[in-house]
């Protein structure tokens, strides 16, 4: 009984250097080019994206090897990257539904200042799809993290902790690898204060976004659905309370206001219903017995 727990207590600690290794590697990655341009710049862009592509291919190494083998015996590699075709279609569409209804309030502010019909330009897609930044932000940034942090990250850690506890552990990882932005602010001429103020709200808010994110892959089992839900979520940014107070008419104003609680109240009814791990196929991830 002693040995069990000794190789258990072991098991974990590793699998927690093993992911902090993961984080930090993704990191260096970025910055292994000496490049005297901001990450705005093409040659920035272009490099870091030969970057995370070579991380895609290394991080299920981890996963690899971080595994106990008796968990190779219920699935298969694929199956712990989220990668299956069972319950795809749910996972993709219930858990974007899901982001869209927290982003109520947003996504009726856009209605209300017309850039909904900017949506029904075939230019306005043609037009993003040809800027790099574009492919940063909605493909290759939610992909290359979603692959790293939630698929290949996330199924070592429930080796070790309930679903809850894995769930608020994995994305620590995911929101202290985001304060490397600090380096660039300053770079880019921001005061080490500011920019550390900056870095920490960003740690916040993408600690919380990585929990749900967490959440959606254990609960569907598919890296789809974390995917969809972070390029949604960068395509509308951090929702802008002041924009709606800058609004002149009272009713407007209250009226959004009203919208975004609702869509918040919203999401937490159905945050539950929606995931149901049977959905999606999954009698992998949501059980206290992964191993």
Same mark, same amino acid.
């Given at each position: 009984m002693e040995a069990t727990e000794r190789n258990k207590e072991f098991l974990c600690i590793s699998t927690i250097l093993s992911c902090l290794l993961l984080s930090i590697t993704y990191v260096a990655s970025l910055y292994i080019w000496n490049s005297p341009h901001t990450r705005e710049h093409p040659s920035t862009i272009k490099r870091r994206f030969f970057s995370v592509f070579i991380m895609t291919l290394i991080s299920p190494i981890f996963l690899y090897y971080g595994m106990n083998n008796n968990v190779f015996e219920k699935a298969s590699i694929w199956e712990l990257l989220g990668l299956r075709w069972s319950g795809l279609f749910q996972a993709t569409v219930l858990p974007l539904f899901l982001t869209m209804v927290l982003f109520l309030g947003p996504l009726c502010m856009q209605a209300l200042n017309g850039i909904w019909r900017l949506y029904a330009e075939p230019m306005y897609w043609l037009g993003s799809a040809r800027t790099l930044i574009w492919w940063r932000n909605q493909v290759v940034a939610p992909l290359s993290e979603e692959w790293t942090f939630r698929a290949c990250m996330l199924?070592?850690? @429930?080796?070790?902790?309930?679903? *809850?506890?894995?769930?608020? %552990?994995?994305? @620590?990882?995911?929101?202290?690898?985001?304060?490397?932005?600090?380096?660039?602010? *300053?770079?880019?001429?921001?005061?080490?204060?500011?920019?550390? %103020? @900056?870095?920490?709200?960003?740690?916040?808010? *993408? *600690? @919380?976004?990585?929990?749900?994110?967490?959440?959606?892959f254990a609960k569907t089992g598919h890296f789809m659905a974390p995917f969809a839900a972070h390029s949604f979520c960068n395509h509308m940014g951090f929702p802008d309370l002041s924009e709606v107070i800058a609004y002149k008419d009272p009713v407007k104003r209250a009226g959004l206001l009203c919208l975004f609680v609702i869509g918040l109240v919203a999401w937490c009814f159905l945050l539950t219903p929606l995931t149901n791990p049977t959905w999606f196929n999954n009698n992998l991830f949501w059980h206290k017995d992964f191993l």
């Open positions: 199924p070592l850690l @429930l080796q070790c902790f309930s679903p *809850t506890t894995a769930i608020f %552990i994995c994305p @620590l990882f995911f929101g202290v690898a985001h304060f490397h932005h600090v380096v660039e602010r *300053t770079k880019m001429g921001m005061k080490l204060k500011h920019a550390i %103020i @900056l870095s920490s709200f960003q740690f916040a808010y *993408t *600690t @919380l976004f990585g929990a749900y994110a967490a959440f959606l």
